[in-house]
């Protein structure tokens, strides 16, 4: 079966610096990997995606992943934390016609 | 637009007791799917439909869950008895087709779900 795996429960990170969230997965063929990102008492929301071609997709918000085959990882990143990034975010691969997600991270922004 | 409609947002039950939860996917929307998501954890699906077909129930416990989308639109999750395992907040989602294709599954804000 395939899945997902999100390394770190939480994270914290200062307003203004850099961030990385880990996502590893496990998948036979060539993976369809997403990310989502959950505000307290909201739906998940879809910040990017890749399928084929470029390895480094970018999303919303100023949010971009990089595929790495090698490493079996689609790490989420951003080079400048903003207060309002403070969720959870859930890394997903896709399976037949569902997506299988991760544990989550939540994302704690210290001002 | 309106997005995924899910209610109740809060339920509060006492074990044994039977529970409904409602969705009304985006509209033209012919996949809807119903997840589980437990304290800490991601969602985990329960089941998908295309169209009005349940084409993947594998992972919903039939002894006490049933669901139905009888006109291919709107959906209802039910548990019935309700033990104190089932405390999780269930979300609908929907997407137009396969989502590996359109890469998108669009989410209610879920149904919050304690059991006492």
């Known amino acids: 079966a395939q899945s997902v795996t999100q390394p770190d429960i939480h994270i914290t990170v200062s307003e203004g610096a850099s961030l990385e969230l880990r996502c590893n997965y496990s998948?036979?063929?060539?993976?369809?990997l997403f990310w989502y990102v959950q505000s307290p008492g909201q739906g998940l929301q879809l910040l990017l995606k890749?399928?084929?071609?470029?390895?480094l997709v970018q999303g919303i918000k100023g949010f971009e992943a990089e595929f790495k085959r090698s490493q079996s990882s689609f790490n989420l990143r951003k080079p400048s934390v903003h207060w309002s990034d403070a969720a959870e975010y859930f890394c997903?691969?896709?399976?037949?016609?569902?997506?299988?997600f991760g544990a989550g991270t939540i994302l704690r922004v210290k001002s | 637009e309106a997005g995924v409609v899910q209610s109740p947002r809060y339920k509060i039950i006492e074990k044994k007791q039977p529970v409904a939860f409602w969705c009304n996917p985006i509209?033209?929307?012919?996949?809807l799917y119903w997840y589980r998501q437990n304290l800490g954890q991601g969602p985990e699906l329960l089941i998908r439909y295309e169209n009005e077909e349940a084409v993947d129930d594998s992972q919903l416990p039939k002894d006490r869950f049933s669901a139905e989308r009888l006109k291919g639109v709107d959906s209802t999750l039910k548990i019935q008895p309700a033990e104190l395992g089932d405390s999780a907040v269930y979300l609908c989602a929907s997407s137009f087709g396969d989502p590996a294709n359109t890469g998108e599954l669009f989410f209610g804000e879920g149904s919050r779900l304690t059991v006492l």
């Open positions: 509209s033209g929307h012919n996949t």
């Open positions: 997903a691969v896709g399976d037949g016609n569902k997506l299988v």
């Open positions: 998948y036979g063929a060539t993976p369809y």
């Open positions: 890749y399928f084929s071609g470029d390895t």
